[in-house]
């Protein structure tokens, strides 16, 4: 078993693996903070191992992928995979072959079958199928392009055979012309929107919409179009797939199909702790998809259409329609969040009624405003999307107006007071886009600093003394860097060679050996008070791997473990580089030495020789036998 240590709860807390190719876009980011919520609850602790695509033709590939032979019985108790990014170049039957030998763990695939485990997946049909039906029956698009995912990847691949299901459905041919071929990742779909127009000879009107397997590719769409001066959704409709954060505030908001990625990564350690605790085979599960419209398919909402059915009496006044109103508009309401407004409370629905309805006769000015400002931050610091709050204000005034058709004064003054709370949700939203734009400013501008010193090190001391000096300045816990020994990677035995912690000032001296299979010197767990998530990234430069970093995990700063990564990796090349090169200086020292005193013993031998010469030709030696002797022990000198 993983070695251990102390839940809050008492109990061993069982360490679950985390395996995930980068934690740089909303997609990764979104699933590994499922993870860790769930993780936390469960009292868990995760190990997040950042080992880059398998089998990408990205030469960087060889030089990440060892870290996932970290993950092993040793370090973890189960393993959470995101088999949806891994599969990508290999394919799921390689991808399973791959994790054969984990067979010993309890695991779960997020997003890819694969066989000998569980699996949590998404239903890909209900959710392309919904896309292309908007954009059929509500815009009466015919032209409707398509940029599918990596073709080793069975999801991308569904959702790209629902599209052309969905065309046939429809009654519109399908034109492989309008088929473009990407690999997840932005920069494909700019490339996607190049073919059509540039390699094709598309024109404009020759495509009234593009359908994207993910919302990654669709903002490299977004981009391309926008870069050509084509106008979305005037010219041309974008749709996406995944309803990543960046996919409600880019310009227009992204139509796009949802899916529950933060409970994708809660379903998957629900899995692997109940296979933990009953010792028995995981389960699978799916998960339901939504579509969301915005801006970019042509529609002005934030999502779905509300219906209301009137069948009281119009005669009734407002207090009384309130009351006969009422179960109907509490479900209403919880319709309209769709659970978003956990953080408020189980009774929030009958509060935002009785605070609304107060204030609109004539308690408490200010309390609507202020009730849906608190909302909102809250939707806000959980990463949920703000459109939830638009949708419960859109709800809540089409519920009250029907409750104010009899009183005209009291109705405007309604009409007066929604706006008012339209416009306070906007602003808070602004305000709090403006608050993470800033802080992700400071913080790049802090690691340009703290970049810029740990690569003018060329010493491991000098590397120690850095990180200790600035990493607090980037709001790092807990950083340990660990070297293979030359030979296989990764190799039995490794060694740390730099121990980052904030709450102590001590810097080990020389560098710690230890069983590579441990993650971490059995010394180091041991000090460890409390429970650590921890990033397992590679380090490397070029083609040279030098081992792994072991990096405290806060999800709100997951965007920087590659650029911390690629810091640290850089200053362990430099330092190599200057311990080479005082090598061979040393070695040529040690070269020069040796022929300088090869050189001293020459010119002795030759003054020696000349010596004898001089006695024999001044008839001081005359005997054979003395003079080769006097010549031998000259020569038997010099070496």
């Excluded at 429809?170 to 190049?194: C, K, N």
């Excluded at 992204?254 to 692997?272: F, K």
């Excluded at 204000?393 to 005209?408: G, I």
């Excluded at 083609?543 to 995990?553: I, K, N, P, Q, T």
Aim: glycine fraction near 8%; aromatic fraction near 6%.
């Amino acid at each position: 078993m993983a070695q251990r240590i102390r839940s809050r709860f008492g109990a061993e807390a069982p360490v679950l693996g985390f395996l995930v190719d980068l934690l740089e876009d909303g997609y990764q980011t979104a699933i590994a903070a499922g993870v860790l919520a769930a993780a936390k609850n469960a009292g868990a602790s995760v190990h997040c191992f950042m080992g880059g695509v398998l089998g990408s033709p990205d030469r960087s590939a060889p030089q990440r992928n060892h870290v996932y032979r970290l993950a092993n019985p040793a370090t973890v108790d189960a393993l959470v995979i995101l088999g949806g990014t891994l599969v990508n170049h290999i394919g799921p039957v390689a991808l399973s072959r791959y994790f054969e030998p984990f067979g010993s763990l309890p695991m779960c695939s997020i997003a890819m079958p694969l066989d000998g485990m569980a699996s949590v997946t998404i239903n890909n049909e209900v959710g392309m199928r919904g896309a292309i039906d908007h954009l059929v029956k509500v815009h009466n698009y015919k032209r409707i392009a398509f940029v599918r995912g990596p073709l080793a990847n069975a999801e991308a691949e569904l959702r790209f055979q629902v599209y052309r299901e969905a065309l046939l459905h429809h009654g519109i041919a399908f034109d492989p012309r309008l088929v473009a071929t990407g690999d997840f990742q932005a920069e494909s779909g700019g490339a996607a929107v190049a073919r059509f127009f540039d390699e094709l000879r598309f024109k404009v009107e020759d495509i009234e919409a593009i359908v994207v397997s993910n919302d990654n590719m669709a903002f490299g769409v977004l981009k391309e179009l926008a870069a050509r001066r084509i106008r979305v959704p005037r010219d041309v409709a974008v749709t996406g797939f995944d309803d990543v954060e960046e996919a409600r505030y880019v310009n227009p908001g992204l139509t796009t199909v949802r899916q529950p990625l933060e409970e994708q990564g809660r379903e998957a350690v629900r899995i692997v702790l109940l296979a933990l605790q009953q010792k028995g085979p995981p389960t699978s599960i799916q998960l339901a998809t939504e579509l969301v419209t915005r801006g970019s398919c042509g529609c002005s909402g934030s999502g779905e259409q509300l219906r209301v059915t009137v069948s009281d009496s119009l005669s009734l006044s407002f207090e009384a329609m309130l009351v006969s109103r009422r179960q109907h508009i509490l479900s209403e309401l919880a319709r309209a969040a769709c659970g978003s407004f956990v953080h408020a409370g189980a009774n929030w629905e009958p509060k935002l009624i009785s605070t609304v309805s107060g204030e609109i006769l004539g308690e408490s000015p200010g309390s609507t405003a202020k009730l849906f400002e608190e909302l909102v931050e809250g939707l806000i610091s959980r990463g949920i999307d703000v459109a939830y709050g638009h949708a419960v204000l859109d709800c809540l005034r089409r519920e009250l107006l029907v409750c104010l058709r009899k009183e005209t004064d009291r109705r405007l003054f309604a009409e007066d007071l929604f706006q008012t709370v339209r416009v306070v949700i906007g602003r808070t939203a602004e305000r709090s886009l403006g608050a993470s734009r800033l802080r992700l400013e400071q913080w790049a501008r802090r690691l340009s600093i703290v970049g810029a010193r740990l690569i003018g090190t060329f010493d491991i001391n000098d590397l120690r003394t850095a990180i200790h000096e600035n990493f607090p300045v980037l709001g790092i816990a807990n950083c340990f860097i660990i070297t293979y020994e030359p030979g296989e990677i990764p190799s039995r035995f490794s060694r740390l060679i730099v121990a980052y912690e904030s709450n102590t000032t001590q810097q080990p001296g020389n560098p710690i050996q230890f069983a590579t299979d441990s993650l971490l010197p059995g010394e180091v767990l041991e000090q460890l008070s409390k429970l650590h998530n921890f990033v397992i990234a590679p380090l490397f430069f070029k083609d040279e791997v030098f081992g792994y970093l072991v990096v405290e995990l806060d999800i709100s700063q997951s965007f920087a473990y590659e650029a911390v990564r690629d810091l640290i990796s850089a200053a362990l090349k430099g330092a190599k580089l200057v311990q080479d090169v005082k090598r061979q200086n040393n070695e040529l020292d040690s070269a020069l030495s040796i022929i300088g005193d090869k050189e001293a013993r020459h010119a002795e031998c030759v003054s020696k020789i000349q010596g004898i010469t001089k006695d024999i030709s001044d008839g001081i030696l005359t005997e054979p036998q003395e003079i080769l002797r006097q010549i031998l022990e000259v020569m038997s000198a010099a070496g």
